[in-house]
């Protein structure tokens, strides 16, 4: 399942980091701000159940998560989704990495670093990248907190090609998917049209 997020603000925030112009430091801030919005969405679905709080002046029906959350940033872009997700989860909140680089050739995603917490089997897992492609990332990502036991599993991201969100289909169909435009097709490097260039060098300032 995809969700893609509508409305003016999400367009707003997606208009600047489409633009070419926006320099890294306005980059870093409308992605923080998309983030947002896009876990807000994609964490509404995380299990739920119902408790009480006592109030200044008496007793408050609440829903509290019925789960552990962990989440997971595909290094490096992914990490511009960490803190958005940070502030709007409960202390408790347990963060693991996957670090997954691209060979631009092949366009097959290889691992140079997974460090998951233990005992995810009943937790929620969120996985967080910025950029679904080719997919080839977020479908390793995904093998690897599956085969650390995950069931429940989101992931969140800001732009994602037809290509990408077929590929996860295919491979991971239960998964549920949120992000902020689903865009025209990929080029042949393997970029999402037209979507905002390179992810990573544009939030830092790389590739400038």
């Known amino acids: 399942m995809v969700r893609v997020l509508t409305g003016a603000l999400p367009g707003e925030l997606l208009a600047r980091l489409r633009d070419a ?18 876990l807000s969405a ?11 709080v006592t109030t200044p002046v008496g007793e408050a029906p609440v829903m509290r998560l019925g789960r552990r ?17 940070l502030r709007l989860l409960p202390e408790g ?10 060979d631009e050739a092949s366009l097959q995603a290889t691992s140079y670093v997974e460090h998951l917490p233990a005992d995810l089997a009943r937790d929620e897992v969120v996985v967080l990248d910025v950029m ?9 990502a995904l093998d690897a907190v599956r085969a650390a036991g995950v069931e429940r599993v989101h ?15 295919a491979r991971h169909p239960e998964v549920r998917i949120t992000v902020a435009a689903v865009d025209e097709r990929l080029d042949t490097r393997g970029f999402i049209v037209p979507g905002l260039g390179d992810a ?9």
């Open 21 to 38: 112009a926006t320099p890294p430091a306005a980059f870093r801030r409308a992605a923080d701000a998309l983030s947002t919005l896009v």
């Open 132 to 140: 679904i492609a080719t997919g080839g990332s977020a479908v390793a």
């Open 93 to 102: 909140t347990r963060v693991g990495f996957l670090g997954l680089s691209r």
């Open 69 to 85: 959350v962990t989440v997971v940033p595909i290094l490096r872009a992914g990490l511009a989704l960490l803190e958005p997700a």
């Open 42 to 52: 994609s964490l509404a679905d995380l299990e739920a159940v119902p408790g009480t």
């Open 200 to 208: 990573g060098d544009r939030l830092y300032g790389a590739g400038a």
């Open 155 to 169: 992931l969140a991201g800001l732009i994602a090609a037809p290509e990408g969100v077929a590929r996860l289909a």
